[in-house]
């Protein structure tokens, strides 16, 4: 199944991507999926992406980069009406060098969210969270930067996390971790801290905006042996989260099927 699919996405959506475990992988994943459907698609970030994860969507579309919110606008306005009956891509930000690598700086949430009132793209699609390729992570007190638009938000875990010690090596702010979840540093991650930081109100989905829908998606689960921990986290969730998660989608963002279960809100219940 595809990911756009399993999230079912009205016909104008804006989401925002939280977490680590792959989720620059999911982000360009569900950008390509979202391509194929011929709608105006921004995609940004409000924290650093590498501009390589960027790059396919620049070439198929434009990079608009600039520092004047009104002057980038129209630029992206004008695009879009050249393209209008084949949808497009924008990909918007500056460049700038970052411990040698360059990496694209995103928009304040401010602009995206005067953006999507304005009816500016049928799509954005934004990176509001930063892991340093780490299978988990939890927030610290600037963490994430999600904009109040945000319809859709997709928190992402990775299931390889489980089992691992925590330690900054596998967990970004795992002393934050440790302070959540109550699990000493060192100590083996299991089911129940990996669920309790996903339920927690400072964990996973933390500064959700309060209309959106929350999505959780549990990354990585390429055998059957990591399907079954996936579905006894899903259970350990289900048992102790007090706030609506919309559907828990299982599956492998690198995969050529990305979900390999879903478990919808109804179920969630």
């Known amino acids: ?15 925002s991507l939280v977490g680590a475990g ?25 924290t650093k992406m590498f501009t390589w994860q960027l790059e396919p969507f620049v070439k198929k579309g434009k990079l608009i980069e600039g520092q004047d919110e009104k002057i980038i606008q129209k630029c992206i306005k ?12 924008v990909v918007v930000g500056e460049k700038k060098e970052d411990r040698v690598k360059e990496k694209l700086s995103g928009p304040p949430p401010e602009w995206l969210n005067e953006w999507w009132r304005e009816g500016l793209a049928d799509f954005f699609l934004i990176e509001a969270d930063g892991a340093a390729g780490r299978p988990i992570k939890a927030p610290a007190s600037h963490e994430p930067v999600i904009p109040l638009s945000t319809t859709d938000l997709i928190g992402v875990v990775g299931i390889e996390a489980i ?10 702010r795992s002393e934050i971790f440790s302070q959540i979840t109550g699990l000493e540093l060192g100590e083996k991650i299991g089911i129940e801290a990996l ?3 996903i339920c927690h109100p400072q964990g996973l ?14 990354n990585k689960v390429e055998d059957s042996k990591n399907l079954k921990i996936a579905e006894e986290l899903t259970f350990e969730i289900l048992k102790i989260c007090h706030r609506r998660i919309s559907d828990i989608i299982i599956g492998a963002a690198g995969q050529n099927e990305v979900v390999v279960e879903l478990i919808k809100e109804e179920k969630t219940l």
């Open 22 to 46: 792959g989720k620059s992988t999911l982000f360009n994943r569900l950008a390509e999926e979202l391509a194929l459907k011929n709608k105006r698609m921004i995609l940004t970030t409000t």
């Open 78 to 89: 004008k695009y879009f009406s050249i393209e209008s009956e084949i949808g497009g891509v």
């Open 205 to 218: 989905f933390k500064e959700t905006p309060p209309s959106c829908r929350r999505h959780l998606f549990i």
């Open 1 to 15: 199944m595809l990911i756009s699919k399993a999230l079912d996405l009205r016909e104008r959506a804006f989401i």
């Open 195 to 197: 669920a309790f930081l």
């Open 163 to 172: 089992g691992l010690p925590l330690q900054e090596e596998n967990v970004f």
